[in-house]
């Protein structure tokens, strides 16, 4: 079946959509060891599965797509374990190091911790929406990632389970996406701020409201050291209980902007 030609009309309408991307990333930090932040900025791009939307017929949907009309920040890293050592006691990870993403913490040890950071700086940190981490992972790309679809790339912008040795690394340490963030795939699984839900990509309204402030399934992103290529990608999903916690799962950190 021959595929359906995309109008060039609507091929410049999604350009003037994709966001603006500055050679060097606007970043600001509120303490010495508080998580360095990358301003994010606004635009669109489309989410999903690019395979999934490769033959649409006419009467189809066309392929989701994620806009902000506002920029917003985002941490540049996975929050590691010396940032995480600032506020608080413990440090449960297994391979330990200042410049290792902190794990093994589950989405309720996140929210001490966000506690202390925003008793800290006076602002209103928090965990990313899953529109807010796909958005900044794709990074422009309507691909399976940042770079492209090119799968033999991954190894220059993510640890996972062909270049890893099944152990975590030091964040920061390969190539950052087109916004400046490093680690999007790979290296960690990251906790989501969202209640899972099937209907992302269909609907980005969040559903279940009542739900998200009690018990349910939260949303992690972006694969580990320990998963294959098609995990890393800038749409798969996964989700855990908010008590869960294990060797490869951490965070990153996210800021509305005024």
Not at 3 to 21: G, Y
Not at 106 to 115: A, E, G, S
Not at 206 to 229: D, H, T, W
Request: aromatic share 12%.
């Amino acid at each position: 079946m021959m595929k359906r030609s995309t109008p060039l009309l609507a091929v410049a309408a999604s350009l003037l959509l994709m966001p603006v991307v500055a050679k060097e990333p606007e970043v600001f930090q509120d303490c010495a060891r508080c998580p360095r932040m990358v301003i994010i900025p606004a635009g669109s791009v489309v989410t999903g599965d690019p395979r999934e939307y490769e033959d649409l017929k006419e009467d189809e949907s066309p392929r989701p797509q994620i806009t902000f009309d506002r920029p917003f920040a985002l941490g540049m890293f996975e929050v590691t374990q010396a940032e995480w050592s600032e506020f608080m006691a413990d440090n449960p990870s297994d391979v330990k190091g200042n410049d290792q993403p902190i794990n093994k913490v589950n989405w309720r040890n996140v929210q001490d911790y966000l506690r202390k950071l925003n008793a800290k700086t006076g602002k209103s940190y928090r965990l990313p929406s899953e529109s807010e981490w796909e958005y900044a992972a794709r990074a422009g790309s309507p691909d399976a990632y940042s770079f492209g679809s090119d799968e033999s790339q991954l190894p220059r912008f993510a640890w996972f389970d062909a270049n890893s040795g099944g152990i975590t690394q030091p964040v920061g340490k390969l190539q950052p996406n087109a916004f400046g963030l490093y680690d999007m795939h790979g290296n960690v699984w990251e906790w989501i701020d969202d209640c899972y839900s099937s209907n992302y990509g269909k609907n980005l309204t969040k559903e279940f409201e009542a739900e998200r402030q009690s018990f349910c399934y939260r949303v992690i992103r972006g694969g580990s050291v320990l998963n294959f290529a098609k995990y890393a990608t800038a749409f798969h999903r996964a989700s855990l209980t908010p008590v869960n916690f294990n060797s490869n799962l951490g965070f990153r950190v996210a800021l509305s902007l005024p």
